[in-house]
């Protein structure tokens, strides 16, 4: 997995790319928390995310809810088929944030 | 069409992907799985990480498991053989789906994809042997 993160005024952008699994989502979780409890809105661009696993599902609902709890979002940018099959798998389409 | 391929995978976390790539290789060796194979590969990958999240509790071990898929009357069968800790077939129950919080889906996800999940214990040289099967 790599990221790249863009900031405008109050949003972040992270655009993360490869394959989200057990392995890297401590790497996910350090790039992405830091966002939100600075408060910031996190876009997170799933475009070129080719895979998803139950672990990458938890990193999307860890950072959804912690940032309801800090008054902030997580909106879901760009995801790939790949990636919003597996949420659907999940019935999380209604939950997280997705545009 | 009859498939059988088999391979051992170092227990850890970063076996993942080569476990994921191992099956998409197998898969991709006949037309039939195209549909399904991306989801089959998530079902395969997401028991995987219950060998080394669950049966290892995610500790360092040098420990191997082994990933066999075979294609037999129609019938794709998964096995997956560690050597950790003995898994009760009781206590895994995928949580409920309306339960919002992180981790849990894996269950949950191989349930979805797969017709049936077979736990055993004692298998020959092994511990737990997992059986996952789909019709086509």
Known sequence: ???????????????????????VTEKAKE??????????????NLKEVQYM?????????????????LGTKVILKEISKSVLKVIMMAKLEQILIIE | MTLEEHKEFPVDSASLKEI?????????????????????VLAIAEAAQNIVKHAY????????????????????KIDLFDKGKPVIPQNIKPRKIDDVKPG???????????????????ASDWVNHLILTKNY
């Open chain 1, 53 to 69: 696993d139950s672990s990458g599902i938890s990193v999307l609902i860890e950072s959804h809810q912690k940032a309801a709890e």
């Open chain 2, 104 to 122: 849990g889906l894996g269950t949950f996800f191989i349930g979805q994809i797969m017709d049936e999940v077979i736990f055993k214990t004692s």
């Open chain 2, 57 to 76: 509790s995610g500790q360092p071990t040098g420990d191997t498991m082994r990933v066999e898929i075979t294609f037999k009357d129609n019938t794709l």
């Open chain 1, 1 to 23: 997995m790599s990221y790249k993160i863009t900031e405008e005024g109050n949003v972040a952008t992270v655009h993360l790319d490869g394959e989200i699994d057990m392995d």
């Open chain 2, 20 to 40: 994921r790539n191992f099956a998409r290789e197998v898969l991709a060796k006949d037309e039939m799985f195209s549909s399904t194979k991306d989801d089959v």
């Open chain 1, 31 to 44: 790039v992405i928390m830091p966002l939100i409890e600075a408060g910031k809105e996190v876009h997170l």
